[in-house]
């Protein structure tokens, strides 16, 4: 309990981790909940990999250029990250997006294909970047600890935006991932919307795969929204219960991989996974995991259909 | 037809400039009860895309007399299968997206729209499921949110796409019975998309038959006749 009141301390050392931590594990579900209800599960995985590629193409770009790496300030090379983290994910999500609407291939075939030749890609620029010791890698791999005031305004400023973004337009991409016809037959632009949507998850992925990496961007991206389905009776718990339980499990992650000397990007997602084995146990006992609420849904649907029949 | 709220001018309707059905000229008189019927493959789904405007006509046009001063709405029902049930909406939520088309991005939804969702709700009998999750109602319920949801849009026209897909022979009676007695009660105008024949010929007035790429449009009395039926068939199984 003591680690607990020294990480929560405004002395605290690595304060800017912790509440880069916590911003990052409330807002990621929030995107999240939109993969899971689209199905994107995939590209939850593939997104945080190509942005991290980008990181590491966008950081090597002055060593190939031949420039000197101690002239540059950590904050060029911060801004620097987050543009090639940036402009990698919103390309994949456009490239993705169209052959999507195509129709043509298989969606996890591209997406597969994607993440590991990201990772692939990742691994070869770093393989010949002399510089990669310098904390590249561990920025890649999501060591968070160096973080400045810089990065944390960053983070926090950019996230903020997403949330009001996201609050905002939510009936408009409910409608649209929803029901695209009804949203066409109201005058919605579709493709408008959808294009937003993509925006906000690729400014959440860079930001969160810069700040944290892409083990924990995943991570958080997914799990609290998969445990927040099992419970959710609307969707207004549904978002309440995912950005809750990333923001709960980010100190409490942060927490153990301090007490005990962790590195806290792994500590964070083990958390999680224990959290939705845990969740899954507890849904299945209490009869609401998906399999059974279809059964319960096909049984009532005899006694339904007559109970409507009789109005 | 002078009352006419929406006329096919020498339409051809397909895909990607390739017409599937071509030279339809008819009109759907304000207030009546249309059924577009026809095989599986006939170009229902294409008809119902082109008149919501999904897809471009391949010639022709399609003609829409809104009310003086008012954009042209249709409250489209889609079929329920049509719906994710990953999506953790209550029957209210889904019905409230009626109301979508007139409440600008980044406003709130008024607390008017929000009172005139569970009259609609009411009007549809589903007043019971709107604080159920969507995804767990059976066939007839949801069916019931979704003609309140097209009812919220205050439509113009209500177009429904094979609504009793997937839902039981009880429930079938009792929607098609409910989205009569609205048509009757509100005087609105319903565009039906089914191949059930029975039920074009008790609540349907007008059928438009597809088939062999042509619409024959004709009363219902008219065109459900034994020896009209029989020349239909004929005509698809030649």
């Known amino acids: 309990m003591e680690s607990l009141l020294q990480i929560l301390s405004p002395d605290f050392l690595l304060r800017n981790s912790v509440y880069t931590s916590i911003l990052v594990g409330f807002a990621c579900p929030l995107v999240g909940v939109f993969l899971v209800l689209r199905r994107l599960v995939f590209m939850g995985v593939a997104l945080p990999q190509i942005s991290s590629t980008g990181v590491a193409v966008a950081l090597s770009i002055p060593l190939w250029l031949g420039m000197n790496h101690a002239a540059q300030s950590s904050q060029s090379e911060h801004a620097m990250a987050f543009a090639g983290s940036i402009a990698f994910t919103l390309i ?220 | 037809m002078t009352n006419a709220i929406i006329t096919f001018e020498n339409l051809s309707i397909g895909y990607q400039g390739r017409p599937l059905l071509g030279d339809i000229s008819l009109s759907i008189a304000r207030g009546s009860f249309t059924a577009i019927l026809g095989a599986n493959g006939s170009g229902k789904s294409t008809m119902l895309k082109t008149v919501l405007g999904l897809i471009p006509p391949v010639a022709g046009r399609i003609a829409l007399a809104a009310d003086r001063g008012k954009s042209f709405v249709f409250g489209y029902v889609p079929q329920t299968t049509n719906l994710d049930p990953l999506f953790p909406f209550t029957g209210f939520d889904v019905a409230l997206m009626g109301a979508y088309g007139r409440v600008k991005p980044g406003f709130p939804v008024p607390a008017g729209e929000r009172a005139f969702t569970r009259e609609c709700l009411e009007a549809a009998g589903a007043q019971g499921f709107a604080r159920e999750r969507f995804a767990e109602l059976s066939g007839g319920q949801k069916q019931r949110v979704l003609i309140a949801r097209a009812l919220v849009t205050r439509p113009d026209i209500l177009v429904l796409d094979e609504p009793t897909s997937g839902v039981d022979a009880a429930a079938t009676r009792a929607v098609l019975e409910f989205i009569s007695r609205i048509h009757r009660e509100k005087e609105i105008t319903v565009l039906l998309v089914t191949h059930d024949l029975p039920i074009v010929r008790r609540h349907a007035q007008q059928v438009i038959w597809l088939h062999q790429g042509r619409a024959l449009n004709g009363p219902v009395a008219e065109m459900l006749m034994p020896e009209r039926l029989m020349s239909i068939f004929e005509m698809e199984v030649q």
Do not use: C
């Open chain 1, 92 to 311: 994949a999500i456009l490239v993705l997006a169209f052959l999507e609407r195509r129709g043509r291939g298989q969606p996890e075939g591209r997406l597969g294909t994607a993440y590991v030749v990201a990772a692939a890609l990742s691994i070869l620029i770093l393989s010949k970047n002399r510089y990669a010791e310098l904390g590249w890698l561990d920025l890649l791999k999501g060591e968070v600890i160096t973080i400045s005031n810089f990065d944390l305004s960053l983070t926090a400023i950019m996230l903020a935006l997403v949330l009001m973004a996201l609050a905002l337009f939510h009936k408009e991409l409910f409608l649209v991932s929803f029901d695209r016809v009804m949203a066409l037959t109201l005058g919605k632009n579709v493709v408008f919307w959808d294009i937003i949507l993509y925006l906000l998850l690729g400014l959440t992925v860079s930001l969160a795969v810069l700040s944290v990496g892409p083990l924990i961007a995943f991570g958080f991206l997914l799990i609290p929204a998969l445990v927040a389905h099992l419970f959710a009776r609307t969707m207004r718990q549904f978002l309440l219960i995912a950005s809750l339980l990333g923001g709960v499990a980010s100190l409490i992650g942060f927490w153990i991989a301090y007490a005990w000397d962790f590195p806290v990007g792994p500590a964070d997602v083990m958390l999680l996974g224990i959290f939705y084995g845990i969740a899954w146990i507890i849904a299945a006992i209490a009869g609401l995991t998906p399999d059974k609420r279809l059964s319960r849904t096909h049984r009532a649907s005899g006694g339904n259909e007559k109970a409507v029949a009789s109005l």
